[in-house]
């Protein structure tokens, strides 16, 4: 928790007084606890903001019409006055006059805009985002006037109010609805788009330009751990899985995507009504969300905030008349709860705690024929829930080896039987489990108060392979096993048909097809395909998709028996990705072995190779296109031909761990790598035997902490390759290719970047000026520019700040030539990726991110053209394909403002506040001193200081810098035209002070946890446990002590006058004088003043609230209060 903000106007000239007679000045907290606040966010992306009005009245009208569909009924809604609606049970829309009236025209549902966390500049989720700021910020929200507080009625053709409620569809808002008087009869604007929606238009709008810096345009990979569904088949078979935060409906044979995006973590379970219009997502995380998506529409119909608040949802279901929705929390201490989505409320309808013996209950599904009855289960607990008036009831009934003396195996997934008494679970012994009632069997309304009375009731093996999925079909009992085989049963369990091949996997999931097969198919088996099929009379069942543990989807027609292999993607990790420099494709490496090269502009996939031995960690491709290098886990490199991935040369294996970074030079005659032990290896191109090939040049164990990049360059004064290298442990390490000779790397140079911060990527930064520089960025949110030869800090500017530091940055490829100085950088932090606008200068507004991979960015690449960036997803086996729009930036860069106007926006009230005109004291009161204040000369007016008096002014607004920080400002400002005049400069103005203390100061200030961690390191404990430090230590009166002296011998030393000064200025108190004031400084007496005022044994809380003077918080005094004693102690002695 970062300290408040503190008044600075009792200590800051005092203060300013003081450091102005010297370049140190006391340590202080930071004044300023905030970071910049966020520029305007641009508007949401079209296809809808997860906070839509209109979808919920669909909702609503599925809800009430489902009943009436079944019987062809039709009814009135708000939307359609005087006229009937029916609503088909598969989503489609009959609007017919009832009488002749004026038509309205539909409202329109506008894109919120939202920011994702505080300090973004830009920041934004995609098309369906559904922050919580954005639901909770409107006034007269529901919850102000409870739960059930109905909303505001929509707007009659006549202006009056009608009578009734609209849900809400994620958004606590308020709404209404205009007409135009001027409206043609019938105009059909009255219908919302998912009222009129219709399978596969999602495919048949035309794809309009993004609005947005950068948009998802392809998805590589998909979660192998969720469910795959079969949304259509035939001619247009499509299907619907997830892929990280984001639900994909991919267009098998048009290969094309659209993507449902709102969520902001990664998304746990789905779920698809019987159907496939209503799909319910939900995920894990910090403000985890329950999304209800119209898969015909793409638009979010429903979003439940706050529904598992503590742990997110780990399994979720949807009943077989699409009312009720079924969700268990993911924590030790699952709740389980059920939710009526069409209905206003955020609160569930029931909802019960599981006991945490139970076990972690993974999967639930609703009773097909009883709304009313679900079930879950765990690997070792079933469990049959009944729910109604009475609340939510369970029971858990017990099994195990001993109940029919055989071995059970380990649950996989249950389901009712279609004669709606019974439910089965599969085992991983290949076991059906049979549940039952305990007697005579009952209605199912009389059943609902006893859910205790469900007991096994018989155990049948029929199979020996484990399996892993069960569903009812029809009035088929399926399943699926660890070896790629579907079997059909039928009511009595005996075996129908079994589909199985090969090549297939452990099954996953199976969903079927909506519409059976053609019956004029040939029956023709695949390749390694078998269908058997019992007795005589033919079994024909719908098409279906498969998916397996080894992330293969698969398509089976069931009249052939042929299986089609849709999409084969990565099993584990994958971090490495490479962009060809000359075409269209994109490399993609995983730690399964698996490397695919795809076009990414059709997209499609051309070749692979699967290497058995070790997982790839990085990728890299020459500048010429012909070579394309591989990093493994094993330490081992590959040079492979860039078309047909076969081996160049034999691999190597010179380096000491897994590589984590490969690169070419320009020139592609070098190969350098870095691993996980802090090692560099160069391999080069030689003649041998009259042909070109690799060989191993030397290696260098050059840092002591992870290497963080590594990154080949051009000599300013000739064509040769220079490689630089740059680690954790703050070293920026040059090599000398030239001199280097065969075991023998030699270093250059060896440069420390950083004081405090952690250096975590490096680029070459365009040539937009007469001086070359070399780009970083730290762990702090800082970029510095660098001068390539001197490797002096030049420039230190505020980076992006979004939630989390930059990990990797490339310079964005352009093929502009009508603006040579327009340049970009591409980058990514630990789950966004994003783009700046170049040169960098601190301007908030010139950058923007989004969310990519919630889980983790492993690895960022970029195309050829500047076009598209790839960002992969580590853990979560994807690859995203990004479509860049740079008018969209600048654009918005444009409407931030020009010259210092984003620059005040980040100042604590803006130019209107008080920080502000505090400011503008200070800065006038340095001129007074640099004039000297006694002075009865004319003073020459001036917006200009001396570069002298920079540090005083800083630290009087809360910024306190260390010498060498200070140095490195004093010479940014000193030499910023020297290169181009030949001359230093000496004075700065108002504005480009404002300027240098806003990319300056830390972004997040200095928290009470940071004072702590340094007692924590400085300090011993005392009797109370707390961490302290001796006040003999703190003010050693010898620098020639022991190096445990803390402010003496730490870090930059201080002097005893310095410290004595410094401790007197921050207590108030002047050697013969009765508190503060100006004038020259007598140490005399200084030390015992100073010793009167501060506690034999010092904690970090009464450091901060009694030397520094600073608030602390409420949680921090306590601790205060019992070192008080002390204090009082040594003020009487």
């Not at 903000?5 to 102005?20: D, F, I, N």
């Not at 099929?533 to 279906?544: E, H, Y």
């Not at 970047?753 to 040539?767: G, H, K, N, S």
């Not at 640099?930 to 001396?946: A, F, K, N």
Request: aromatic share 8%; glycine share 8%.
């Amino acid at each position: 928790m970062s300290l408040s903000a503190v008044p600075r106007t009792e200590w800051g000239l005092r203060h300013l007084s003081v450091a102005a007679g010297g370049t140190r000045g006391p340590l202080r907290l930071s004044s300023y606890s905030r970071p910049p606040p966020p520029p305007p966010t641009p508007p949401g992306p079209p296809g809808g903001s997860g906070l839509s009005p209109r979808p919920s009245v669909a909702a609503v009208a599925w809800e009430q019409q489902l009943d009436a569909n079944r019987a062809g009924a039709s009814i009135s809604t708000p939307q359609h006055p005087g006229k009937r609606v029916k609503v088909q049970m598969d989503g489609s829309c009959e609007v017919t006059p009832e009488e002749p009236t004026q038509g309205r025209a539909g409202a329109s549902s506008k894109p919120k805009e939202t920011s994702q966390d505080g300090h973004a500049a830009q920041e934004t989720v995609l098309a369906g985002q559904v922050p919580r700021a954005a639901a909770k910020e409107k006034e007269g929200a529901p919850e102000d006037a409870g739960a059930d507080a109905p909303l505001s009625p929509l707007g009659s053709p006549s202006g009056m109010e009608i009578p009734g409620t609209l849900p809400r569809s994620g958004c606590r808002e308020q709404e209404t609805q205009q007409r135009s008087k001027d409206d043609d009869d019938g105009h059909d604007g009255s219908a919302s788009l998912v009222w009129a929606a219709v399978p596969g238009m999602l495919f048949q709008q035309d794809r309009q330009t993004s609005l947005h810096p950068l948009s998802l345009s392809w998805v590589f990979g998909y979660n192998s751990s969720l469910a795959v569904h079969s949304l259509m088949d035939g001619e247009d078979r499509v299907l619907l899985y997830v892929s990280s935060h984001t639900v994909v409906i991919h267009d098998v044979l048009g290969n094309r995507q659209y993507h449902l995006q709102g969520h902001t973590n990664v998304i746990s379970c789905l779920c698809v009504s019987e159907d496939r219009r209503w799909v319910a997502t939900a995920d894990q995380g910090p403000d985890a969300l329950i999304i209800v998506w119209d898969s015909f529409s793409g638009i979010p119909v429903r979003t439940i905030f706050e529904s598992h608040p503590e742990d997110g949802v780990g399994a979720i279901a949807i009943s077989q008349d699409a009312k009720y929705l079924a969700t268990i929390s993911s924590g030790t201490v699952q709740r389980v709860c059920v939710w009526k989505w069409t209905s206003p409320t955020e609160k569930p309808m029931c909802s019960t705690e599981l006991k945490p013996e139970f076990g972690y209950q993974d999967y639930v599904i609703f009773n097909p024929q009883n709304p009313y009855e679900f079930v879950s289960n765990s690997k070792t607990q079933v469990i049959f829930y009944l729910w109604g008036n009475a609340g939510l009831q369970y029971g858990a009934p017990l099994l195990s080896s001993q109940t029919f003396k055989s071995t059970v195996g380990r649950f996989s997934q249950s389901v009712f039987h279609f004669n709606n008494l019974q439910a089965l679970t599969g085992t991983s012994a290949g076991k059906l489990v049979v549940w039952d009632t305990v007697g005579p069997h009952i209605p199912s309304r009389e059943l609902r108060a006893k859910p205790h009375s469900v007991k096994a009731i018989k155990l049948v093996p029929i199979q020996k392979d484990s399996l892993t999925v069960l569903k009812v079909f029809e009035s088929c009992i399926v399943t699926g096993d660890v070896k790629g085989q579907v079997k059909f049963y039928d009511g009595q369990l005996r075996l129908l048909t079994c589909y199985s091949h090969s090549k297939v996997g452990s099954i996953q999931s199976i969903s079927f097809s909506k519409t059976p097969p053609d019956p004029a198919g040939e029956a023709l088996g695949g390749s390694g395909t078998t269908s058997c099929v019992a007795g005589s009379q033919p079994f024909i069942t719908r098409n279906f998709i498969l998916s397996t543990s080894d992330a293969t989807v698969l398509h089976v027609a069931t009249d052939r028996a042929n299986f089609e292999k849709v999409m084969e993607e990565a099993t584990k990790a994958v971090n490495a990705i490479a962009c060809h420099p000359r075409e269209a494709l994109i490399a993609v490496g995983s730690h399964c072995g698996l490397l695919k090269v795809w076009d990414y502009q059709q997209p499609q996939y051309l070749v692979s190779r699967i290497f058995p031995k070790a997982g790839i960690q990085c990728l890299s491709y020459d500048p010429k296109g012909y070579f394309l290098a591989a990093g493994f886990t094993d330490g081992s490199v590959y040079i492979l031909d860039a078309i047909s991935l076969q081996s160049s040369c034999k691999e190597f294996k010179f380096s000491w761990g897994p590589v984590t970074h490969i690169s070419f030079s320009h020139d592609s005659e070098y190969l350098a790598t870095a691993d996980e032990k802090y090692s560099v290896t160069v391999y080069k191109r030689v003649w041998r035997n009259g042909r070109r090939c690799w060989e191993h040049l030397a290696g260098l164990h050059s840092h002591y902490k992870p290497i963080r990049s590594i990154l080949f360059g051009v000599q300013l004064d000739s064509n040769k390759p220079r490689l630089l290298s740059l680690g954790e442990d703050r070293q920026l390490v040059e090599y000398d290719l030239n001199s280097s000779s065969k075991d023998h790397l030699v270093v250059l140079h060896r440069d420390r970047v950083e004081q405090i911060a952690v250096p975590l990527c490096l680029a070459w930064y365009p040539q937009l000026s007469t001086e070359s520089f070399i780009l970083t960025a730290n762990n702090c949110y800082k970029m510095k520019l660098y001068d390539t030869t001197t490797k002096m800090c030049r420039k230190t500017l505020l980076g992006p700040t979004y939630g989390s530091p930059l990990e990797k940055m490339q310079i964005l490829p352009t093929t502009n030539t009508t603006d040579s100085q327009k340049h970009y950088l591409v980058y990514v932090t630990k789950d966004k990726v994003g783009l700046q606008i170049l040169p960098v200068d601190g301007n908030p507004h010139k950058s923007s991110a989004f969310i990519c991979h919630p889980g983790g960015v492993s690895n960022l690449a970029s195309s050829y053209d500047g076009r598209y960036v790839f960002t992969a997803g580590g853990n979560d086996c994807t690859v995203m394909k990004w479509e860049v729009n740079l008018n969209a930036l600048d654009a918005a860069a444009s409407l931030g403002g020009e010259d210092l106007i984003p620059f005040y926006n980040l100042l604590d009230g803006g130019r209107e506040g008080e920080f502000f005109r505090e400011l503008e004291d200070y800065f006038y009161y340095a001129q007074l001193c640099s004039h000297g204040i006694d002075t009865l000369e004319t003073r020459q007016v001036s917006m200009h200081i001396p570069l002298e008096e920079i540090p005083s002014v800083m630290r009087a607004m809360g910024f306190y810098p260390s010498e060498e920080k200070i140095e490195e400002i004093i010479n940014e400002v000193k030499f910023s035209k020297y290169v181009d005049t030949g001359e230093q400069v000496t004075t700065i103005s108002f504005g480009d002070f404002i300027k240098l203390y806003i990319n300056h100061r830390p972004v997040f200030g200095l928290s009470m946890k940071r004072i702590q961690r340094a007692f924590q390191v400085l300090g011993y404990d005392n009797e109370n446990g707390d961490k302290v430090i001796d006040r003999g230590d703190l003010l050693s009166i010898t620098i020639t002590q022991e190096a445990g002296v803390a402010l003496l011998c730490t870090g930059e030393r201080m002097t005893e006058e310095e410290l004595v000064q410094c401790l007197s200025t921050l207590l108030g108190r002047r050697p013969g004088e009765g508190g503060s004031g100006s004038g020259t400084y007598d140490p005399s007496g200084a030390a015992a003043l100073t010793e009167e005022g501060i506690p034999a044994a010092i904690t970090a809380e009464i450091f901060a609230a009694d030397i520094l003077g600073l608030p602390i918080p409420e949680p921090e005094k306590k601790s205060k209060k019992r070192d008080e004693s002390l204090i009082y102690k040594d003020s009487l002695s």
